[in-house]
C-alpha cells in the first residue's frame, strides 16, 4: 500500500526508513534531530475530513534512540497482546498497539539551521490536523510551541 502524506507542506523533504523493525540498521540518525512519521502498513484511519495510515507523529534529537525505542515498544506490545493476564497488569500505550496490530513505516524528516524538533513537530502536526480536522491516532495532544 502506497503511503499518502499528501497533509505535509509540498517543501518539505521527507525519507522513508522502512519497517521500524529495521531502525538498528540506520545508526546514522544517531546525529540527526527531527520529526518522525509512524504509518500503518495495511490500514488506513477513518479521520473527521478523510482517511489516512499516519498513526503517530513524533519528534527526538536523537532519532535512532527515540525510534529504538519505539520499537521495544511495539515489540512489548507485541508480546502482552495474546496472552489475557498479562493485559489485565501492565498498560501499554495506544500507540504502540496500533504499531504492533497494524505494523509501523517509518518516515522522518530532518530539522534545518535553527529550527528545534519541537517546533518542527508543531508545524508538521497543524499540516496533518489541518486536512484531517484531527491528530493521528496514535498522538495524545498537540506540541506546544
Do not use: C, W
Amino acid at each position: 500500500m502506497e503511503v499518502d502524506l499528501s497533509f505535509l507542506n509540498s517543501k518539505r523533504v521527507y525519507k522513508e526508513l522502512g519497517k521500524i523493525q529495521d531502525i538498528k540498521n540506520h545508526v546514522e540518525l544517531k546525529e540527526k534531530k527531527g520529526v518522525y512519521i509512524i504509518t500503518s502498513e495495511k490500514q488506513n484511519f477513518i479521520y473527521p475530513k478523510g482517511k489516512s495510515q499516519v498513526i503517530y507523529i513524533g519528534k527526538s534529537d536523537n532519532l535512532y534512540r527515540r525510534l529504538k525505542a519505539h520499537n521495544a515498544n511495539a515489540e512489548y506490545a507485541d508480546d502482552y497482546k495474546n496472552d489475557e493476564e498479562k493485559i489485565k497488569n501492565h498498560f501499554v500505550y495506544g500507540v504502540y498497539n496500533y504499531i504492533s496490530e497494524f505494523g509501523g513505516e517509518v518516515f522522518y524528516i530532518s530539522t534545518h539551521g535553527l529550527q528545534t524538533s519541537k517546533n518542527l513537530e508543531a508545524e508538521i502536526l497543524d499540516e496533518f490536523y489541518s486536512k484531517y480536522f484531527a491528530l493521528p491516532v496514535g498522538n495524545s495532544a498537540f506540541s506546544f510551541k
